[in-house]
């Protein structure tokens, strides 16, 4: 099938099919006018790499995560898939802490910027939100 008969089956467009291509994720061949040609396991092909991309691993650890699909049998390649996949979790886990730690420190300049906004509605000595504050 040709390129934009897989990115129909698929729903990937044209573009991410050609940079599968160049990132070494996806094959075709060529025709003699050039036009690229993919078999029908392409389909789920670029379905397993949307499905790659989605856990969040970038196209060079996807590289990496292929080859035990390409050779099932062999447990060199099962164990380093496993490896990239646990070191990929591992990223996003301190990715997620990072994520925490901004979320609250945001959380403190918020509550920081609310006591200031009640201060701000509050005329001068009516003892009304200002007092609140800790």
Do not use: W
Not at 89 to 114: C, G, K, Q
Request: with cysteine.
């Amino acid at each position: 099938m040709r390129i934009g008969e897989l990115s129909k089956r698929t729903g990937v467009s044209a573009r991410s099919l050609r940079y599968y291509e160049e990132q070494g994720l996806l094959t075709s061949s060529r025709s003699g006018a050039g036009q690229r040609h993919y078999s029908d396991a392409a389909v789920q092909r670029v379905s397993l790499i949307r499905q790659l991309f989605d856990a969040g691993m970038s196209s060079r650890v996807i590289a990496t995560v292929l080859p035990c699909v390409d050779v099932p049998g062999d447990l060199g390649v099962a164990e380093e898939t496993f490896t990239a996949m646990m070191r990929e979790r591992d990223r996003i886990d301190a990715d997620i802490a990072h994520l925490i730690e901004t979320r609250d420190a945001l959380d403190v300049l918020i509550e920081a910027n609310s006591r200031h906004r009640a201060e701000l509605s509050t005329p001068p000595g009516t003892g009304g939100a200002a007092g609140l504050t800790p």
